[in-house]
């Protein structure tokens, strides 16, 4: 593909943080179903019929508010403006290596390995560490509205002192290999299809040939967001099962794995490995939507800005 004009890392800081802002505030609700949904072991008790997603949602609201559907948010707020800091950096950063160094083009393939680094990137960063106290949060069943149900973790900063407190600073990184590998297959995919269908878009609309309309950036996010969650599910599912749960003395990382996995066929079937994929690709669909819709355009705005593209507002007549 020909080269992207280039950015600056404080474009990609203000535009990722952004994106990523909105991107929370307006999908939340359905990670915190997913996660629910992947901690459920309703299907274990016989006679006991397992609740769907929208069951699984309306159950939260009324138990616990509707502020139930929000736990969690306070950690990935904190993540977001890194996260898609580093992702959209480091992106930018593996893309250009890639590069042929003669046309300066990137490949198909080199696309989809600067997706792959830059999703294990943010994952080792920023993503293993939110995510361990997002689970935690959203695990708790207290009511929201109810000031004298005191929870274990009462917020993210909380919820991240208790967590190294009581098991250690690794418990923060706990499933750190499997949410690489989640964040790398998922920015690959991401990553390549959108790259690819957008360039089509702009050989079949050539007088949309500098620039595409927001709502065709939001639709190629909306498709490139919902193949991700569809190729590794069952990995995201095993992460969650470890990092909801407290570390068993002597159990290592790959005997963790497989204890779960094993617990998970046995116990709930093969299809467990699926629990939560509707909100997951519900969540994560949109949300790149969004990512996507908004970035493209705060990039645009924040590129007029000089002091943002490391121009100084000084002229030489000044």
């Known amino acids: 593909m020909p080269p992207k004009r280039k950015t600056t890392p404080a474009v990609n800081l203000i535009a990722g943080g952004t994106a990523g802002l909105c991107e929370a505030l307006c999908c939340h609700p359905l990670d915190t179903i997913k996660v629910r949904m992947q901690l459920s072991t309703r299907s274990r008790a016989e006679g006991v019929r397992k609740l769907g997603f929208f069951a699984t949602g309306v159950n939260i609201a009324r138990r616990e508010s509707i502020f139930g559907l929000y736990k969690g948010l306070g950690a990935v707020i904190t993540g977001i403006v890194p996260k898609m800091a580093i992702r959209f950096s480091s992106f930018e950063f593996f893309k250009t290596a890639l590069a042929d160094k003669t046309t300066h083009n990137t490949s198909s393939t080199g696309i989809f390995l600067a997706g792959l680094a830059a999703g294990t990137t943010e994952a080792v960063l920023v993503v293993n560490p939110t ?188």
């Not at 009581?166 to 499997?178: I, Q």
């Open 131 to 318: 995510d361990v106290i997002k689970i935690r949060l959203q695990a708790q069943h207290h009511s929201m509205a109810d000031p004298l149900d005191v929870p274990k973790y009462r917020n993210a900063a909380h919820a991240a002192f208790t967590i190294v407190r009581e098991e250690g600073l690794s418990t923060l990184y706990r499933g750190v290999v499997l949410t690489a590998l989640r964040q790398a297959t998922n920015q690959a995919v991401n990553f390549s299809a959108y790259t690819e269908i957008k360039a089509y878009l702009k050989t079949v609309q050539p007088h949309y040939h500098d620039e595409l309309p927001s709502y065709q950036h939001m639709v190629i996010g909306l498709i490139s967001g919902a193949l991700g969650p569809l190729s590794n599910a069952p990995i995201d599912t095993i992460k969650t099962r470890m990092q909801k749960e407290t570390a068993i003395e002597g159990e290592s990382a790959i005997a963790r794995v497989s204890r779960i996995s094993r617990n998970l066929v046995q116990r709930e079937g093969f299809s467990a490995f699926y629990k939560g994929i509707t909100p997951r690709v519900m969540r994560v669909a949109p949300g790149q939507a969004v990512t996507f819709a908004v970035y493209e355009q705060a990039s645009k705005f924040l590129e007029q800005i000089p002091l943002l593209n490391g121009h100084s507002v000084l002229t030489a007549e000044d």
